[in-house]
């Protein structure tokens, strides 16, 4: 296996039960690169209702990078206000590049502030942490990487930090617009069918195994959501919710089509157009066959994922949310688990469709109204609390 074909060439796995198998996970090379990236004040932007502007900033990130380097070479995580990527050395100028195009882009057209950083793996393993990789497959074509060893954690304090990010920040002046194809948000928000959307992020700590704590939480919600696929997809009809014009269409087109807005409205809702046509029919508008399609859409999004914690978007009923947060709050108590948990009552969806023809589509879904930002903020005040310590890889 080469260093630069690190991730194109690793073994991907479809069972996602076995996430929490460490031995499989595979060392990034040392000469890889951490690409990460977050809103500032992202709370101060989900208060004033801006949380759907954050989530595609976020995305517009992994679109990005992926864009210029190649979506089969370049492992990523969504985080809901940022994302972070791996590249390998050769691709840092291409990846940066991408990168800086979209902190310029959201500082002008979003009016948000993106800090952004490329931090060398050796320097994560100098600090005394890790970054091991498995590829999950969500359907023929499509993956996502799943991440342990403290490695993004140690990434995002640095990120955070003033003083520690200096030497890698990544800055905007005179970059050019990021490449952008394919990043849309033209889904309605997902309703809870259940009653509430809950943006989960949690990690073992003490002496207790991800697959112990899951099989704890199994007994409360009445499924486990490292088994049962059913129970926790989101992106399926049931939720899915389209209305034309789509109402994020005015976001898309104005972080999409910068270049020439004019003609991106245009394109769009000609594309959408006869996307709902096509849906409403069933039948076949060009490379875009529906019925393929929305099978493809309930497998391809990053509802489940690994992120140095376990991170899940799950749709639950109150009874099911009481027995969730006693569960986990018990666990916190005894050291067993660290968490962060948001509720809302309806979920985000954001595409990234690269060759619809090829079925190359991934989707990234997050609560609303701060989700798993909101989620994230409370789990590092419990991290801080519980002692960093103590925790251990998923």
């Known amino acids: 296996m080469s260093a630069d074909e690190f991730y194109r060439e690793l073994p991907s796995f479809s069972d996602f039960s076995n996430v929490a198998d460490l031995q499989d996970y595979r060392a990034v090379p040392d000469d890889w690169y951490v690409l990460t990236a977050d809103i500032v004040s992202s709370g101060k932007a989900v208060s004033e209702g801006r949380y759907k502007d954050v989530n595609m900033v976020g995305a517009a990130v992994i ?50 502030e993106l800090r952004a950083a490329a931090i060398p793996v ?54 050019d617009l990021p490449p952008l194809e394919g990043l849309s948000c033209r889904w309605e928000p997902l309703p809870a069918l259940n009653g509430h959307i809950v943006s989960l992020i949690m990690k073992p700590a003490g002496r207790k195994s991800l697959t112990e704590l899951m099989d704890r939480i199994a007994g409360e919600l009445g499924f486990n959501p490292l088994l049962d696929d059913t129970r926790t997809r989101m992106a399926d009809k049931s939720h899915l919710k389209f209305r034309f014009p ?35 029919t069933g ?24 992120g140095d914690s376990l991170q899940l978007v799950l749709d639950l009923s109150s009874a099911q949310l009481d027995a969730l947060q006693s569960c986990l709050a018990t666990a916190y108590e005894e050291g067993d688990a660290i968490f962060g948990l948001h509720v809302s009552s309806e979920a985000l969806m954001t595409c990234f469709v690269q060759d619809i023809g090829n079925s190359q589509h991934i989707h990234f879904v997050d609560g609303s109204n701060g989700g798993l930002s909101l989620a994230a903020a409370e789990f590092k005040e419990r991290q801080a609390e519980l002692g960093s310590e103590r925790l251990h890889a998923p």
């Open 246 to 280: 789509p109402r994020g269409l005015s976001l898309e087109v104005s972080l999409t089509s910068a270049r020439n807005l004019a003609k991106g409205w245009v394109k769009t809702s000609v594309e959408c157009f006869f996307f709902v046509w096509s849906y409403m």
């Open 283 to 306: 039948f076949r508008v060009g490379p875009f066959d529906p019925k393929k399609y929305f099978k493809e859409l309930s497998l391809n999004t990053d509802h489940r994922k690994v």
């Open 122 to 175: 050796a320097d994560i393993r100098a600090a005394g942490g890790d970054i091991r990789v498995r590829k999950y497959l969500l359907s023929p074509g499509n993956h996502l990487a799943m991440i342990v060893g403290d490695g993004l954690g140690i990434s995002d304090t640095i990120l955070k930090n003033p003083d520690s990010v200096k030497p890698y920040a990544i800055r905007s002046e005179d970059t």
């Open 63 to 112: 679109a990005a990078v992926l864009n210029s380097v190649g979506r089969d070479r370049v492992p990523f995580v969504f985080g809901g206000d940022g994302a972070t990527l791996l590249v390998p050395q050769k691709d840092l100028e291409k990846g940066t590049d991408a990168l800086a195009g979209v902190v310029g882009l959201a500082r002008q057209v979003m009016e948000l």
